[in-house]
């Protein structure tokens, strides 16, 4: 089944949670979706006859840096504004078609729903994603930092305004 | 050193001094402790594997701290990594020796820019006797980093510890 | 009186000989029984993403060595399939054909590290030397393609950084020809030995259906059974003119999906990378191999998410590109992150001594869970 196609479905099903479809990018077209119906969408992904996306290959947080950007006292880039986005890639290894969906959740209150209990392998990502973007996944069971320490207090370091603190712990950070 | 090996063929009573009997000692025997971090890591596991053979100089790998001599640093130290690693070093009994092996740790390597969690340098941390260049060093390398390291042992004193 | 018992947390790693690298198990024991497990990964955290987008694309190849380092051709190949699908340029069929031999061959090196370790992790320190003895004819084929043993950089956007050397097809011959004996060698010292058999068969037992919902792939999924691989399924490059198995676990010798048959799943498949290389070698087309090479890579707008098979399962490039030369975001899907995670499903129930054989079985690199 087409992209396309499934976009269809998805917004008979459920209307305004599906926000729209982005196509005219070269390579792959993505579906954008309500964060907070993002769960409900997952799992009639997963179960549905005739979609059956029984894996996600990869969920990506991404810092879009489209707010407002100016620069502090140390010259330093600052963003204000704008959106943080999660990307799903789901994959069904019955069927063999692929989909991808798109969140996006604003910078200052970045929340999107958790799909861990639909794929349990959306669990580490979704650490991941909250240890390097900050964006909170609601119901998630383990939500803590996952590779970076867990008293790093400098902020995400994905993001693109992120400043890099001068010590941890005693240790000199930059070269 | 060589003299001492001779000593043994001729006759089996050994006049030497405390010193070089000690060292001659300990840079035969270099038990490193077996500790991989990273790329590096790989380097490491093939020269002490059949074409190498880390062995042929010593080299035995002992999962203990508290029964190795020298540690290898053979990889990218982080942040997160290095209280361990320094851990580690103070659980080893003295004297006690560090090759820096690879420009991660030498240096930081090619994260030495926007390594955000990458420490710039093992040397930060603990002490380092020889540094290995390389990314990674071939096992030619790390061979001519022990031998360094054999030969910083082979001049070193019992009245001041040099490392 | 009821005998009071109460659970211990055990703390395996940061440095410990049979975790592979830098990993922290946290294990919650019940006697010698398994309750619980929980890694803490992030010991080795080099932060490539960052390090990629304040890179050109063919400056991220070099860090893309790095991640998996037992697997690094492997890798150039799927980040520069990645970017050339975003710049939509064909390639070469010489370069094709050398991209395949090359991917195949360190298929095939990077499963010798994983066997021979494994052997170390059981208590079998022999079969360590003679997969690291074969390692190295490969390495030697390498190093006389690109003069690196570990980290080449040798698969560029668009084409090759070398050609190769006018030997390599006579020597690689050879070693195909060398290296058949070697696998039966193998068998009969681990594989078929009691003893292993006794420390891997029925431990560590993973259903499909468990792999499937984990995103487990690679050798781990096909071990439980499931005939997956991305080379068939979704084939990239010029994997659909070879002809090749795709090796699964059968359970031969306990359950299907047991630590056993993953590991033997690995053995098979350095059989069926021999088949493709031999079919590879002699068809090698001339030309060049920087026809393709593009002096500035700056793909369009847009996004792409890039799979290949990697010696450890779906290795997956998410990029997005905003229209400059640099990357806006690149996101490694590393197999053995997820792989990683489904650590605390297949030990639980088992014996402490057990973990190891279950982490070994995994064949995890850590250069690749943390980035």
Request: aromatic share 10%; net charge negative.
């Amino acid at each position: 089944m087409t992209s396309e196609e499934i976009y269809n479905i998805l917004q008979t099903k459920f209307g305004d949670k599906i926000l729209g479809f982005e196509s005219e990018l070269p390579v792959e077209s993505y579906i954008v979706a309500d964060p907070m119906a993002i769960k409900d969408i997952c799992l009639y992904l997963r179960n549905d006859e005739n979609l059956k996306f029984d894996t996600l290959m990869c969920l990506s947080g991404v810092d879009d840096a489209n707010g407002e950007k100016s620069k502090d006292e140390e010259d330093m880039d600052v963003i204000t504004g704008g959106t943080l986005s999660v990307y799903y890639n789901l994959d069904s290894i019955e069927l063999g078609h692929k989909i991808n969906l798109k969140v996006s959740t604003p910078r200052e209150d970045p929340k999107v729903e958790s799909v861990e209990s639909v794929w349990k392998c959306a669990d580490w990502h979704e650490r991941e994603v909250f240890d390097m973007f900050g964006t909170v996944f609601l119901n998630h069971p383990d939500l803590r930092r996952i590779l970076m320490p867990e008293d790093w207090e400098a902020g995400y370091p994905l993001r693109k305004d992120y400043k890099n603190p001068e010590f941890y712990q005693g240790m000199k950070i930059p070269y | 050193m060589g003299l001492l090996d001779r000593e043994f063929n001729e006759s089996n009573i050994v006049i030497a001094k405390t010193e070089d009997l000690f060292n001659w000692a300990r840079l035969s025997s270099i038990w490193q402790l077996s500790f991989g971090l990273a790329c590096c890591a790989i380097e490491m596991m093939a020269t002490s594997a059949s074409h190498y053979d880390f062995d042929r100089f010593g080299v035995i790998p002992r999962p203990s701290p508290r029964q190795a001599d020298a540690i290898i640093i053979s990889g990218t130290v982080t942040l997160k990594m290095a209280t361990r690693i320094k851990r580690l070093y103070e659980q080893m009994p003295d004297p006690k020796y560090i090759i820096s092996m690879g420009s991660c740790s030498n240096c930081g390597g090619p994260y030495w820019e926007h390594g955000y969690h990458v420490l710039k340098g093992i040397d930060r941390v603990i002490p380092v006797d020889v540094y290995v260049p390389g990314c990674p060093p071939r096992p030619e390398a790390l061979l001519e980093g022990l031998l360094k390291l054999q030969d910083k042992i082979r001049h070193e004193t019992l009245r001041k510890k040099t490392a | 009186m009821a005998l009071k018992t109460e659970e211990i947390v055990l703390n395996m790693g940061p440095q410990h000989p049979s975790t592979h690298g830098v990993l922290r198990l946290v294990v919650e024991l019940e006697g010698e029984l398994i309750v619980n497990v929980k890694p803490h990964i992030g010991y080795l955290h080099r932060c490539f993403e960052k390090h990629a987008e304040a890179m050109t694309y063919p400056q991220v190849i070099p860090y893309t060595d790095r991640l998996d380092y037992l697997a690094s051709m492997s890798n150039n190949l799927g980040y520069a399939i990645a970017v050339e699908k975003l710049l939509k340029i064909e390639i070469p069929e010489r370069v094709e054909y050398i991209r395949v031999l090359m991917a195949e061959l360190q298929r095939i090196a990077s499963h010798l590290v994983a066997l021979g370790t494994y052997g170390v992790d059981i208590g079998a320190f022999t079969p360590f030397l003679y997969c690291f003895r074969d390692r190295e004819k490969i390495l030697t084929l390498f190093e006389m393609t690109c003069g690196a043993r570990l980290l080449y950089n040798y698969i560029w956007v668009g084409g090759l950084s070398h050609d190769i050397h006018p030997d390599f097809q006579r020597m690689t011959k050879e070693f195909v020809e060398y290296f058949r004996p070697k696998i039966v060698e193998l068998n009969e010292l681990l594989s078929f030995n009691k003893i292993f058999i006794e420390r891997t068969a029925n431990i560590g037992i993973l259903p499909v259906e468990t792999a499937v919902n984990y995103g487990v792939t690679g050798p781990m999924l096909r071990a439980s059974g499931l005939k997956w691989d991305l080379r068939k399924n979704d084939p990239y490059s010029i994997y659909d003119r070879f002809d090749f198995d795709i090796q699964v676990g059968k359970g031969e010798m306990g359950t299907v999906g047991d630590s056993w048959d993953r590991y033997f799943v690995r053995v098979q498949e350095m059989e069926e990378s021999l088949k493709i290389i031999e079919q590879a070698i002699d068809q090698i087309p001339e030309g060049d191999v920087h026809a393709a090479v593009p002096r500035r890579v700056k793909p369009p707008k847009g996004t792409v998410y890039s799979r290949t098979e990697n010696p450890k399962g779906e290795l997956g490039y998410f990029i997005i590109s905003d229209g400059s030369v640099n990357p806006a975001r690149v996101k490694v899907r590393g197999p053995s992150f997820v792989n990683l995670s489904v650590l605390a499903e297949l030990s639980k129930g088992h014996l402490v001594a057990d973990l190891i054989a279950i982490l070994g079985s995994t064949d995890i690199v850590l250069g690749e869970v943390d980035r």
